[in-house]
């Protein structure tokens, strides 16, 4: 199962890097060719690691920094938490409401604007910074700018946008595969972090997820916090317009398929 959906999500969406020549983005994002400009290869082992509060003492930090690869999402802070979260940063994910934040400050007039996005951005430093999503075909100049910025307040980031490159019979082929997997119909609306699920499928062999768990209450009926980094509330996350219940399901389908590992417990 892995395979088969390695080769039809393959050419979903490019990870492309924002500083390349400006005739091979413009050709990328104009007519899908993007050879040359992705950011990404091919890894033996990715980890992605989320949010959830299912992380407080699991113990996980050593396996996920053993990773060759390891995706994070919306600025997670690592301080602090590194036993269980761990410290390796290799690619930080932004959401759509991160994305539209990022936005605007870039946009905002002051004295201090590249100071804000430099500590907005600061648990971004040397890894790439992603934005799958938000504005990336209309503004990819602000994406530019904004690695312009980061560098000069000296950290170390490469910004990359996503650009789809799939045609419309291979979405249709694309649909079809998840429909089978996806009783739930949850790709009508998907999160970032499912989304990102799907991309390291197509570059990963072995793909561990941790922290993916939408629920305020552990295996153990023990409350927890919807992140990691705050106190216990069970009407956190509420409001989303993403079905994570339905999202959670899906993992644990693709977990028991082999196509991933999903990291709910402890790690020994």
Not at 77 to 82: D, I, L, R, V, W
Not at 115 to 123: G, P, V, W
Not at 193 to 220: K, S
Not at 238 to 266: D, P, Q, T, Y
Request: charged content about 25%.
């Amino acid at each position: 199962m892995q395979n088969v959906l390695r080769s039809i999500l393959s050419p979903g969406i490019s990870a492309v890097r924002i500083n390349s020549d400006v005739n091979l983005i413009r050709r990328c994002l104009d007519y899908r060719e993007c050879k040359g400009v992705s950011a990404l290869r091919h890894y033996g082992t990715c980890a992605l690691v989320g949010s959830s509060g299912i992380l407080l003492n699991s113990s996980c930090g050593d396996d996920i920094d053993a990773s060759d690869f390891v995706i994070r999402f919306n600025l997670s802070p690592q301080e602090g938490y590194t036993k269980d979260v761990g410290k390796k940063s290799s690619m930080m994910v932004l959401n759509t409401l991160m994305s539209h934040k990022a936005y605007d400050l870039f946009n905002t007039t002051g004295g201090n604007r590249e100071a804000r996005l430099r500590d907005m951005f600061r648990t971004a430093d040397n890894a790439i910074l992603f934005f799958p999503v938000s504005k990336s075909n209309r503004f990819w100049w602000m994406y530019r700018g904004l690695e312009q910025i980061l560098r000069r307040q000296g950290l170390n980031v490469v910004v990359v946008m996503g650009v789809t490159t799939f045609e419309h019979g291979h979405d249709e082929i694309r649909r079809k595969i998840w429909e089978v997997l996806d009783k739930q119909n949850t790709r009508e609306m998907p999160s970032t972090g499912l989304l990102l699920v799907e991309i390291a499928i197509t570059f990963c062999d072995r793909i561990q997820v941790y922290g993916f768990y939408p629920f305020a209450r552990d295996q153990q009926d023990h409350a927890i916090p919807f992140y990691y980094w705050d106190t216990p509330d069970s009407d956190l996350g509420a409001g989303h317009i993403h079905n994570f219940a339905a999202e959670f399901e899906l993992l644990r389908k693709l977990h028991s398929n082999g196509v991933i590992e999903h990291k709910i417990g402890h790690c020994k």
